[in-house]
């Protein structure tokens, strides 16, 4: 079975620019979610998708990134325009409800530096 | 206030000792899940455990068991006869309604 994709695993961009990270999940799960991890912290929830609809979206910083999952299979993640304390690694990982326990998989990460 | 606290920044373990990693969540919430991850210097984030909060015994996935004091509301990663690939960072996660909430991380170094 594979594993969560993300692309790209690394970027650099400058302040002010765009940029945006894919991630598509375990087939067949349902529940799709992007963490930011800031060196040094514990992942931080920005977005959790069930299907195609977000069931939290609390701590998504709106002024600047957005995400969608329009098909309810993969998803983009966008930020716009990058700040310097964006640079993060950004993980998407995703669940199924039907394992009973909803443990989360996680992709590789795409690990961004803004300058 | 934390929701899920890892009081060890850093630790060490010789080769092929136990070692505890220490978690404390906090919740009013009758129904959570407990989680514990590896995260290697790779990046990735590798599920190890996970312990149900009406579950009536600790779990266990080969070398690793969870210790769940629900009183105390703590969930402790042992790791049995520890190996050098062990040397990563460790993440204790809570499932509290539909959101996952993760601890700031240990870091174990296995000394050989």
């Known amino acids: 079975e594979a594993g969560v994709a993300q692309s790209p695993r690394y970027k650099i961009i400058e302040k002010r620019q765009s940029v945006a990270f894919w991630c598509n999940p375990i087939?067949?799960?349902?529940?799709l979610y992007w963490y930011q991890q800031i060196l040094g912290q514990g992942p931080k929830l920005l977005i959790q998708?069930?299907?195609?609809?977000?069931?939290?979206d609390s701590q998504l910083p709106k002024d600047r990134f957005s995400a969608e999952r329009l098909k309810g299979v993969d998803s983009t993640l966008k930020i716009q325009p990058a700040k310097l304390e964006d640079s993060a690694v950004y993980l998407c990982?995703?669940?199924?409800?039907?394992?009973?326990?909803?443990?989360?998989?996680f992709g590789p990460g795409t690990r961004l530096t803004v300058l | 206030a934390q929701k899920i606290t890892q009081t060890q920044p850093g630790m060490f373990v010789q080769e092929k000792e136990a070692v505890t990693l220490d978690c404390t969540y906090d919740?009013?919430?009758?129904?959570?899940?407990l989680f514990w991850y590896k995260q290697p210097s790779s990046g990735e984030m590798i599920f190890l455990i996970y312990?149900?909060?009406?579950?009536?015994q600790n779990a266990t996935e080969g070398r690793y068991s969870l210790n769940f004091q629900k009183a105390r509301k703590s969930a402790n990663l042992v790791i049995s006869a520890s190996q050098l690939g062990d040397s990563a960072m460790y993440f204790c996660?809570?499932?509290?309604?539909?959101?996952?909430?993760f601890g700031s991380g240990t870091r174990l170094s296995v000394k050989p």
């Open positions: 990982a995703s669940s199924s409800v039907t394992s009973g326990t909803d443990t989360q998989y």
């Open positions: 087939s067949g799960h349902a529940t």
């Open positions: 998708f069930q299907n195609n609809g977000v069931v939290d």
């Open positions: 919740t009013s919430d009758p129904s959570y899940g």
């Open positions: 312990q149900g909060s009406y579950d009536q």
């Open positions: 996660a809570m499932r509290e309604g539909g959101t996952f909430i």
